[in-house]
């Protein structure tokens, strides 16, 4: 076993999740950049939430590309979700498309005013 095959085979047991993390996180934030444009206050999001959306795409299309130059093109991938090869990559991809609107929307906002997002805001 190269070294490919190792990490694809990790690869294999979490991009799964890290597509569908990925999803959850950039959506949150891209709706966050909505806010801020009708607001046009600028929101700090916890930490845990960036994770999610940079993250997951990051290591997720690692994982996707490391599973394509592997033997597990075909065969569903992860242990969580099941998920096939094209719903991982339509994922990955729409979760990197809501991060670049992220970007767009949030030049549009000014950086003086920053408001934090926590549970006890009222």
Do not use: C, H
């Amino acid at each position: 076993m190269n070294g490919i095959e190792f990490f694809a085979s990790i690869a294999y047991i979490i991009t799964d999740v890290l597509a569908v993390f990925s999803v959850i996180g950039s959506g949150i934030i891209a709706l966050t950049a909505v806010v801020e444009f009708f607001t046009k206050k600028r929101v700090q999001l916890p930490g845990q939430i960036l994770i999610w959306g940079f993250g997951g795409v990051i290591l997720g299309f690692v994982g996707f590309f490391l599973l394509l130059m592997s033997d597990y093109v075909g065969k569903p991938v992860g242990v969580v979700f099941r998920l096939s090869f094209g719903t991982i990559g339509v994922l990955l991809t729409i979760s990197l498309i809501l991060l670049f609107v992220r970007m767009a929307i949030r030049t549009q906002v000014p950086e003086t005013k920053t408001q934090k997002v926590t549970g006890k805001n009222k």
